[in-house]
């Protein structure tokens, strides 16, 4: 079975500093990771993925992510952070196989926030 | 291209009613996942489906049920609704289901009074 954890509920940053959102993930086999980000009554929104390759992720509104597969973890990041970077944030894991068709695994999620 | 879209976004139901749900995905997208959201369990997968066939299910009772039609619409039902159902019903869709981003429709808010 697959399983995420966010070990952070909360994360609250200064804006123009920098951020990370924590993620450990347990899968068997290569793990596809995934982050998504939520803003209040809205869908979820892709940030970026990791399926294979540079363990340094760079995805959408200059958010990066790192693939540690010693460590089991795939941290969210981003250099200099905006008041609206404040929402709540996902990992999820996609395992491999029948079983996982279709299906992301997702950690509880943590909530940025961001002062001014 | 349009993105999932979800109707209705709002329903409020009474105990022991059903309700269908529905999802279109972005064109050409053939797998359409449904999650359900809830502050006290997160986001829990119900089901996918693919070429109109369910692939992958969750721990959800027989009473959460599901179907796509042959242009890949999807419906999701929940007969016999329960105080518990309230929840956000996500709807997501990508080409094949399998390791391609999956991408998600703004939802279905569902109170049961």
């Known amino acids: 079975a697959q399983s995420v954890a966010q070990p952070e509920d909360q994360v609250n940053v200064a804006e123009g500093n920098p951020l990370t959102v924590k993620c450990t993930y347990s899968v068997s086999g290569n793990p596809y990771l995934f982050w998504y980000v939520q803003y209040p009554n809205r869908g979820l929104q892709f940030l970026l993925k990791y399926i294979t390759g540079d363990n340094l992720v760079k995805g959408s509104y200059g958010f990066e992510a790192e693939f540690n597969k010693s460590q089991t973890s795939f941290h969210l990041k981003k250099p200099s952070a905006l008041v609206s970077d404040s929402a709540l944030y996902f990992c999820?894991?996609?395992?491999?196989?029948?079983?996982?068709?279709?299906?992301?695994?997702f950690g509880q999620g943590t909530i940025l926030t961001v002062h001014p | 291209k349009a993105g999932v879209t979800q109707t209705p976004r709002y329903l409020i139901k009474t105990r022991g009613q059903q309700v269908t749900l529905s999802c279109s995905p972005i064109?050409?997208?053939?797998?359409v996942s449904w999650y359900q959201q809830t502050p006290g369990q997160g986001l829990q997968f119900l089901f996918e489906y693919f070429s109109e066939t369910q692939r992958n299910k969750g721990n959800f009772p027989g009473r959460f049920s599901g179907r796509q039609f042959s242009n890949s619409r999807s419906e999701m039902n929940v007969s016999t609704l329960e105080l518990g159902d309230s929840a956000l019903y996500l709807c997501?869709?990508?080409?094949?289901?399998?390791?391609?981003?999956?991408?998600f429709g703004p939802g279905t808010r569902l109170l049961v009074l």
């Open positions: 999820a894991v996609r395992g491999l196989g029948g079983t996982s068709y279709g299906k992301l695994t």
């Open positions: 997501a869709s990508s080409s094949t289901g399998s390791v391609e981003t999956q991408y």
């Open positions: 064109s050409g997208h053939r797998s």
